[in-house]
């Protein structure tokens, strides 16, 4: 059974960088997809980034040239770098795992970390 365990959040002022980890146990086979998805208080879960085992990414357009998605195939871990930080990025951020190539989520989700950017 594939597990996925998120960290690396935190609070950090307007303007600030977090880099968040998620780290997958388990046997992965075959082509899929990690994303980090969020969820901002009172609203719905949503895709941030995501990327294929072959590396192509997708983004959010509220994200696009602030975060940055990788993954280390080898050590079963996908990064989400997130820079030049807003107080409407504060949310909880989920790592999730599909199978294929796919910007939905599949049905493999870590328990989140929370993300609080406030001055």
């Known amino acids: 059974q594939v597990q996925l365990v998120e960290s690396g959040g935190g609070l950090v002022q307007p303007g600030g960088s977090l880099r968040l980890s998620c780290a997958v146990s388990?046997?992965?086979?075959?082509?899929?997809?990690m994303g980090w998805y969020r969820q901002p208080p009172g609203k719905q879960r949503e895709l941030v980034a995501a990327?294929?085992?072959?590396?192509?990414?997708n983004y959010a357009d509220s994200v696009k040239g602030r975060f940055t998605i990788s993954r280390d195939n080898v050590k079963g871990t996908v990064f989400l770098q997130m820079n030049s930080l807003k107080p409407e990025d504060t949310a909880i951020y989920y790592c999730?795992?599909?199978?294929?190539?796919?910007?939905?989520?599949?049905?493999?989700w870590g328990q989140g970390t929370q993300v609080t950017v406030s001055s």
């Open positions: 999730n795992l599909a199978t294929g190539v796919r910007w939905y989520p599949g049905g493999n």
């Open positions: 388990g046997s992965i086979f075959g082509i899929n997809t």
């Open positions: 990327i294929t085992s072959g590396g192509r990414t």
